[in-house]
């Protein structure tokens, strides 16, 4: 564990804390109704990523192959091999104008088709227009940011990024917690991406201001990064990954406000929340690790990057399993209790089941970042397969079974393809 990786496991361990914290709020202040469009809006921005089209990834990783003969100097600007400081440029200028479009995208499209989804609601007295359509504008401004953060990791700046993320987190709950107890309600989440992206220009400008201006402002004299005959080819893979991913992560929750109404979205919807912070919890020993993949692949040790994913497969599994027995006896209790937190989230058998489904998940993402680190996508198969299965089978099961028949459709498709992976 280095600087990093316990900044993004502190990261994620607060957000393991605040998940209740905020659940509670949310349970306490929100109608069901309320919730079901609070939970609902974030499955809708989701659909952001058939805009990203993976190219965030694909930016960290090639930054990463340039950054091995490059670094920060006692000025804060990039100093190095004056090829890969050109290659980098102009990297950093494919980003800024590949998000510059789809946040202009993502704002329209979404806008239009939040409105065009929420209004086939037959509930008609909640007021949602305006929070939609301000957290569709402010939802595109920080999509943009998603350029920058990605030059920054692949530049392996991973400690000052998960130490901005740790803070961001807690800065985030507060501001969160705060406007869901003034009762800004459907509000509350415009409220959370407007303080997030004052946060991020403050952090930005102080730390990184020299080190964008070097990168901006740099003649890409010497060598370029060839968006169509590099990045596309490893591109488009991770794109169709990343589509088939809201298959797989974002489709519960709009399926069931579609056809069982807002309250069962809203319990579907805060139970995911509680179960991706365990996912996440995992990923923080990987995620850090991903420009020291691609700097270890460029400088062909092969050993030491065995080495090193074995170690943190074996850590992943472990953490995963323990946070998934916690998370479920935390679910019982509460239904043993009666607690009325019970009566927002889902049942203990579709809990469960979907707990049973993320450890496989889990499990597999070190693979994932150990094979994207060669700049290659040989799980492209394996994301369309499981984008459609699991998509089919929420979209059928949900729509006949609800979200018992959505957990086990997921568990079933996942235990089927997880010896492929392997």
């Known amino acids: 564990m280095d600087r990093a990786v316990l900044y993004a496991l502190l990261a994620r361990v607060w957000g393991f804390a605040a998940g209740p914290i905020s659940a509670i709020l949310i349970a306490a202040k929100f109608t069901p109704t309320i919730q079901g469009f609070y939970y609902t809006f974030g499955s809708i921005l989701a659909l952001q990523t058939f805009a990203e089209l993976g190219i965030g990834v694909a930016i960290t990783q090639f930054a990463s192959h340039e950054w091995a003969n490059l670094r920060i100097g006692e000025n804060r600007r990039i100093e190095g091999h004056p090829d890969s400081l050109s290659r980098l440029a102009s990297l950093a200028q494919i980003a800024i104008k590949w998000y510059s479009i789809i946040a202009f995208i993502v704002i329209v499209g979404l806008s239009i088709g939040g409105y065009i989804f929420f209004s086939q609601s037959s509930t008609q007295y909640v007021s949602w227009k305006l929070p939609w359509i301000s957290l569709c504008i402010l939802s595109g401004i920080n999509l943009f940011t998603i350029a920058i953060w990605s030059l920054l990791e692949g530049c392996n700046q991973v400690s000052n990024i998960y130490f901005y993320r ?86 519960f929750t709009p399926v069931l406000f579609h056809y069982h109404g807002p309250v069962i979205a809203g319990q579907m919807g805060m139970t995911w929340s509680l179960v991706s912070v365990l996912s996440s919890i995992g990923s923080a020993w990987v995620s850090p690790r991903v420009p020291q993949f691609g700097m270890l692949v460029a400088q062909k040790r092969y050993d030491e ?118």
Request: charged share 10%; hydrophobic share 55%.
């Open 166 to 251: 740790f803070f961001q987190g807690l800065f985030g709950s507060l501001v969160v917690w705060s406007a869901i107890l003034i009762g800004a309600d459907l509000w509350t989440a415009s409220i959370m991406t407007f303080a997030g992206l004052i946060y991020a220009g403050f952090f930005l400008r102080r730390n990184y201001w020299e080190f964008f201006k070097t990168l901006l402002l740099t003649k890409s004299e010497g060598p370029r990064v060839s968006w169509r005959t590099e990045i596309l080819p490893f591109q488009w893979r991770l794109a169709i990954s990343w589509v088939c991913g809201y298959f797989i992560f974002s489709f």
């Open 305 to 422: 990057l065995d080495r090193l994913f074995w170690r943190l497969t074996i850590i992943v599994t472990s953490i995963t399993i323990l946070g998934a027995a916690a998370m479920l006896l935390l679910v019982l209790g509460l239904n043993y209790y009666d607690h009325f937190l019970a009566r927002r989230l889902l049942s203990p058998l579709p809990t469960t089941i979907f707990l049973m489904a993320t450890i496989i998940y889990t499990v597999c993402g070190p693979m994932a970042t150990y094979l994207r680190a060669h700049k290659k996508e040989p799980l492209l198969f394996i994301s369309v397969l499981l984008g459609v299965l699991v998509g089919l089978s929420t979209w059928l099961l949900g729509k006949y079974y609800s979200a018992l028949g959505m957990a086990a459709g997921y568990l079933t498709i996942y235990a089927m393809i997880f010896p492929m992976i392997v």
